[in-house]
């Protein structure tokens, strides 16, 4: 599912909620994680962070070290 990094240690996650889609919303503060909350609507999720300040989290598929020999 689709990743979203923002200022301050937000992370914002789509994820599967009891059949229903959710955006879980966490925060990192020193080492630690911590849930802010789960919403269901942008407006919502507006609550916790400036959309405009969101950039998406991209997976690169990795290498194994025999790319590099």
Known sequence: MAV???PGGITVEVIQLDS???MKVT???????YL???CATIAELTK????????EVVAFPGR???AWA
């Open 27 to 33: 925060q990192t503060v020193n080492g630690r994680k």
């Open 48 to 55: 916790h962070v400036d959309l405009a300040d969101l950039v």
């Open 4 to 6: 979203w990094s923002g």
């Open 64 to 66: 194994g070290r025999e």
């Open 20 to 22: 229903r889609a959710l």
């Open 36 to 38: 802010l909350g789960y």
